[in-house]
T-cell receptor
Framework: DAGITQSPRHKVTETGTPVTLRCHQTENHRYMYWYRQDPGHGLRLIHYSYGVKDTDKGEVSDGYSVSRSKTEDFLLTLESATSSQTSVYFC???????????????FGPGTRLLVL | AQSVAQPEDQVNVAEGNPLTVKCTYSVSGNPYLFWYVQYPNRGLQFLLKYITGDNLVKGSYGFEAEFNKSQTSFHLKKPSALVSDSALYFCAVRDSAGNMLTFGGGTRLMVKP
């Protein structure tokens, strides 16, 4: 899985509680992404980062925040988890030099989150 | 806005037969097209991509894909399917102006012995 780890791999939590998922890479890639995977929707981008402290919103960012204080770590936080956030979350990395670059994204193993 | 359609939720193929998994896309400008495969309880693995040049792209595990600009398609193919090819396949597109990758809904490939 291209030097990407995600923690935890599985989590069960209750509605209204905060949850933080961690993505760690050993590739020193500039770009990092958080996706969620739901049946019939493929993967949808939540947030991405193009450098330390540089982040931007994706397609489904409501209810999520991110932080990147080090090149190797990208955190996804659900401030107050809801049942609609039950999903499988994937982190991805790429080494893009400029917008439009052709770099491939490589994915971590995923975190399965269940919000009761 | 860019989009990807994978019209088949599931494709069933007998082992040894050729397989095709369909993908059509919509994007402004030149498309960058990708295929990924996902095995159970795993992340997505990169198979192949089209950036420019030859319309037939060869990738991992004997897979190839054909880019057809007039039909805005990027179908995944393999001449002889294996049972171990059974997995979930995703097509994705990125436009030339940014880094946002848009995925299709996925197609489950079932290869039966």
């Amino acid at each position: 899985d291209a030097g990407i780890t995600q923690s935890p791999r599985h989590k069960v939590t209750e509605t209204g509680t905060p949850v933080t998922l961690r993505c760690h890479q050993t590739e020193n890639h500039r770009y990092m992404y958080w996706y969620r995977q739901d049946p019939g929707h493929g993967l949808r981008l939540i947030h991405y980062s193009y450098g330390v402290k540089d982040t931007d919103k994706g397609e489904v960012s409501d209810g999520y925040s991110v932080s990147r204080s080090k090149t190797e770590d990208f955190l996804l936080t659900l401030e107050s988890a809801t049942s609609s956030q039950t999903s499988v979350y994937f982190c991805a990395i790429s080494e893009s030099i400029s917008p439009g670059a052709q770099e491939t994204q490589y994915f971590g193993p995923g975190t399965r989150l269940l919000v009761l | 806005a860019q989009s990807v359609a994978q019209p088949e939720d599931q494709v069933n193929v007998a082992e040894g037969n050729p397989l095709t998994v369909k993908c059509t896309y919509s994007v402004s400008g030149n498309p960058y097209l990708f295929w990924y495969v996902q095995y159970p309880n795993r992340g997505l693995q990169f198979l192949l991509k089209y950036i420019t040049g030859d319309n037939l792209v060869k990738g991992s595990y004997g897979f190839e894909a054909e880019f057809n600009k007039s039909q805005t398609s990027f179908h995944l193919k393999k001449p002889s399917a294996l049972v171990s090819d059974s997995a979930l396949y995703f097509c994705a597109v990125r436009d030339s102006a940014g880094n946002m990758l848009t995925f299709g809904g996925g197609t489950r490939l079932m290869v039966k012995p």
